[in-house]
């Protein structure tokens, strides 16, 4: 019962603090936009516009929801909640901080920094739930009948079977050298060895473009194209519907990152500084915010490219992961499978 | 020009390398270029906007606050000559120039006193809502009689306020005289150069 109880503290721990992490990503989204551009951003609001979520917030949910008498309803609403949903929970493995051995304790029980410790297809559930995500897209794209959403949604569809081949293939590397799918055995392997991110460089680049294909972000936010296809597959969509998709993006993004970080940026290690011996709550504390920090970077870097590369043409797209991102990979994945074997014999 | 001509300059596109065709290194490049404006407009205060309400340019000792006029057309003024009388001549040049049909004009013959001119306005009357401020009519204006001035934070509470007619087009000379002299050369009125003959605005 009592971990029942810790099991339900834990998702709505990371439910309400990853819902209001996208509400000031939004705002840090803004305001590196306004620098990369040489403005000031968004500072009315409160000190620094920190007050500005809120308000973007209120405004959202006060509009009025219009629903067009020609979408077809049920699929239409359907469509954000699914982006929402699918964006979520792949919380669901992630680690957040120390678990398992060097868990803290509290009360006799051990709290893992997890809300489903240990299982063992960790990698495999966050990438299957993370493509459902694209039928929020998709979904959204048809039920609004409308050729620019419907556009959007065959975009995404494109991309979809585009980039998650590359995307699939890049992480096996990893799951090659660390023989393990659970995420926090390969930080554990990372902590006692390296990080991802000089074991597998080429895997690394190759999760790193298919990422942000995964996150719909630029350069390759084809399904959005707010210039040639007005807003793409949320064309229709208004007030906290519309709300709701980019809530989405960000929980993804979130997700996205804190995957990046878990598989190629050791976790929560620091080379000679942390590593999983040290338990109890200060250094479970440390090692939370240590990732955190580093999920923040990633995010930050996200934003950063974003407002650097142009889009990728639909075609350009296909031809690089169709012809680069693919080949690139199985060579990766035979040379990486080929050592491993060589090593362990 | 021929194909063959000898001052043709043919431009070859560069051909790719491997490395700038793998686009790593460009990409890189590109990230250092907004990395050093985020940092600079985050950090070292290089933002290149203004915060409007707070920040203006203001020049000390005026009313209203002007833009440069090299390259700014704002609200309008009329221009007295000095003696204190209204320049223009009721030419209806500037009204016809007009391609927004703002400007109204109603001429009446001068006093006798007058003797530079036959005519001058009674009323003079721009609206400002409709005017696109495209300077043709102090283009067009032979006795340099209509203005635009640097005044731009023109602002009303009601689209009557916002006509502007000869009293208040006359204010705004009162009020950019000193900080905007007269566009083609002449003083404004009040002026310490007196040279010029009230007859020369009419010749």
Redesign the interface.
């Known amino acids: 019962m009592l971990v029942l109880i810790g099991i339900l503290v834990k998702i709505l721990l990371v439910v309400g603090i990853t819902q209001g992490a996208v509400a000031y990503l939004i705002l840090v989204e803004r305001?590196?936009a306004?620098?990369?551009?040489?403005?000031?951003g968004p500072?009315r609001a409160g000190p620094f516009g920190l007050l500005q979520p809120l308000a973007d917030g209120a405004k959202m949910l006060l509009k009025e929801d219009v629903v067009p008498k020609y979408v077809t309803v049920p699929l239409y609403i359907l469509a954000p909640a699914v982006a929402i949903i699918a964006a979520t929970i792949g919380f669901a493995v992630v680690p957040f901080g120390p678990v398992g051995a060097a868990a803290p304790e509290l009360f006799g029980y051990k709290i893992d920094f997890q809300i489903a410790p240990s299982v063992d297809i960790g990698i495999l559930y966050v990438l299957s739930v993370g493509s459902l995500g694209v039928y929020g897209v998709i979904l959204a794209g048809w039920s609004s009948n409308n050729k620019y959403s419907f556009l959007g949604g065959l975009r995404s569809s494109a991309q979809l079977i585009s980039y998650e081949i590359p995307l699939g293939m890049s992480i096996l590397g990893m799951v090659l050298i660390c023989g393990t799918l659970d995420l926090n055995s390969i930080v554990e392997w990372q902590d006692a060895h390296v990080w991802g991110v000089v074991a597998q460089p080429i895997g690394f680049l190759l999760f790193l473009i298919s990422a942000f294909a995964e996150t719909n972000r630029l350069p390759f936010d084809l399904p959005e194209s707010e210039q040639e296809l007005v807003g793409g597959f949320h064309t229709e969509y208004s007030a906290m519907k519309f709300g709701m998709f980019f809530l989405g993006e960000y929980l993804h993004v979130i997700t996205v990152s804190y995957i990046t970080v878990v598989l190629f940026f050791g976790g929560w290690d620091i080379p000679f500084v942390l590593d999983s011996s040290q338990s109890g709550w200060g250094f479970a504390l440390l090692k939370t915010f240590v990732m955190l920090a580093k999920v923040g970077g990633m995010i930050v870097f996200i934003m950063?490219?974003r407002?650097?590369?142009p889009r990728f043409r639909y075609d350009t797209l296909m031809d690089l992961a169709w012809k680069s991102l693919i080949p690139l990979a199985l060579i990766n994945l035979l040379a990486t499978a080929g050592i491993v074997q060589m090593i362990r014999g | 020009m021929r194909a063959d001509d000898p001052s043709l300059k043919r431009m070859v596109p560069p051909k790719l390398t491997t490395l700038e065709r793998l686009y790593i290194p460009q990409?890189l490049t590109?990230?250092a270029?907004?990395?050093r404006?985020?940092?600079?407009?985050?950090v070292g205060g290089?933002?290149?906007?203004v915060?409007y309400p707070e920040e203006q340019e203001v020049q000390p000792g005026l009313a209203v606050n002007l833009r440069d006029t090299k390259n700014y057309r704002g609200v309008h003024r009329l221009n007295k000559d000095d003696q204190g009388r209204v320049k223009c001549v009721a030419c209806m040049l500037c009204a016809t120039a007009c391609p927004a049909h703002c400007i109204d004009i109603v001429g009446a013959t001068a006093p006798d006193s007058w003797p530079d001119r036959e005519k001058y306005c009674e009323s003079f009357v721009i609206d400002e809502l409709r005017c696109i401020y495209c300077g043709m009519c102090e283009e067009a204006c032979p006795v340099e009689a209509i203005e635009l001035t640097g005044f731009y934070d023109l602002t009303g509470l009601s689209r009557e306020e916002m006509i502007f007619d000869k009293t208040k087009l006359l204010s705004v000379f009162d009020l950019t005289k000193d900080a905007e002299p007269l566009k083609y050369g002449q003083a404004p009125a009040g002026a310490a150069s007196t040279t010029l003959a009230p007859a020369d605005s009419a010749s």
Not at chain 2, 46 to 49: F, L, M, P, Q, V
């Open positions: 305001k590196i306004a620098w990369a551009q040489d403005r000031v500072n950063w490219v407002w650097t590369l | 990409i590109g990230l270029v907004t990395g404006h985020i940092l600079g407009a985050a290089k933002a290149i906007t915060q």
